[in-house]
């Protein structure tokens, strides 16, 4: 596959980073403690027998998740150390690992793939309009692809940042430093977002707001939210090619 130039920060913070998403996969895709996999899941569909593509794959969670469904998982990322942990977790079945920047054109995945999904990544991408292309041309007619990420306009209001919404580009902490693992994320606007799709040749099909469970619980409650709350936290995109 070509080169890049570009690196991933998550590379230095590996272990750390694997050591966090271990604990998170221990209880299984329904118990996600971001409750994003459920929509995420639900929205890619019965996906036996098909070939995915996990975009940006860290060291492997969703990847494993879509091949204990069935799937013929072919996993990308950045990160050489993250790819390298993921090739030596076992699987329910053989999960092509590649280092790739999926930002830039990649022409052994072009019409590969039946859906591409991908999970947190879509904030950590610096050049998003170029992945968006290279993930709409991997994909198939009649293809779908599936993205869960940070809601654009929930980070700002709960840090009190509102007037820098449309600094779009800057980069923030990502919340991650309490596990060891000091990156940060680019933010964009969503309608930055959708046009990157859109303008790569896909349809939006659905938009799923999806709110942190426990404050989901505290809604749900009536109880009085913590401030910066009143937006919910993740979103899944859903888009189809034509």
């Given at each position: 596959?070509?080169?890049?130039?570009?690196t991933s920060?998550?590379?230095?913070?590996?272990?750390?980073?694997?050591?966090?998403?271990?604990?998170?996969e221990q209880?299984?895709?329904?118990?996600?403690?971001?409750?994003?996999?459920?929509?995420?899941?639900?929205?890619?569909?019965d996906?036996?027998?098909r070939?995915?593509?996990?975009?940006?794959?860290?060291?492997?969670?969703?990847?494993?998740?879509?091949?204990?469904?069935?799937?013929?998982?072919?996993?990308?990322?950045?990160?050489?150390?993250?790819?390298?942990?993921?090739?030596?977790?076992?699987?329910?079945?053989?999960?092509?690992?590649?280092?790739?920047?999926?930002?830039?054109?990649?022409?052994?995945?072009?019409?590969?793939?039946?859906?591409?999904?991908?999970?947190?990544?879509?904030?950590?991408?610096?050049?998003?309009?170029?992945?968006?292309?290279?993930?709409?041309w991997s994909?198939?007619?009649?293809?779908?692809?599936?993205?869960?990420?940070?809601?654009p306009?929930?980070?700002?209001?709960?840090?009190?940042?509102?007037?820098?919404?449309?600094?779009?580009?800057?980069?923030?902490?990502?919340?991650?430093?309490?596990?060891?693992?000091?990156?940060?994320?680019?933010h964009?606007?969503?309608?930055?977002?959708?046009?990157?799709?859109?303008?790569?040749?896909?349809?939006l099909?659905?938009?799923?707001?999806?709110?942190?469970?426990?404050i989901?619980?505290?809604?749900?409650?009536?109880?009085?939210?913590?401030?910066?709350?009143?937006?919910?936290?993740?979103?899944?995109?859903?888009?189809?090619?034509?």
């Amino acid at each position: 596959m070509p080169a890049t130039s570009r690196t991933s920060a998550y590379d230095r913070y590996a272990a750390e980073y694997a050591a966090y998403v271990d604990v998170r996969e221990q209880s299984g895709p329904h118990a996600d403690p971001f409750g994003i996999l459920p929509p995420l899941l639900d929205l890619l569909g019965d996906v036996a027998g098909r070939d995915v593509l996990d975009a940006g794959c860290g060291e492997g969670y969703l990847a494993r998740i879509l091949a204990v469904r069935g799937a013929r998982v072919t996993a990308v990322d950045l990160a050489p150390r993250l790819v390298e942990l993921a090739h030596a977790k076992a699987s329910a079945s053989a999960i092509e690992y590649r280092v790739a920047d999926l930002s830039e054109p990649q022409p052994e995945l072009v019409g590969r793939f039946d859906a591409v999904a991908s999970y947190f990544v879509l904030n950590d991408v610096e050049d998003y309009r170029g992945f968006a292309r290279t993930l709409a041309w991997s994909l198939k007619p009649g293809g779908r692809c599936v993205l869960g990420f940070n809601n654009p306009y929930d980070y700002i209001v709960r840090k009190g940042l509102g007037s820098v919404y449309f600094a779009t580009g800057a980069a923030h902490p990502c919340g991650l430093s309490n596990v060891g693992v000091p990156v940060a994320f680019y933010h964009h606007t969503l309608a930055e977002y959708l046009d990157a799709f859109l303008e790569a040749g896909l349809h939006l099909t659905k938009i799923v707001d999806v709110d942190h469970p426990r404050i989901a619980a505290l809604r749900a409650s009536g109880d009085t939210l913590p401030p910066g709350e009143q937006l919910l936290r993740f979103m899944v995109l859903a888009f189809a090619k034509p």
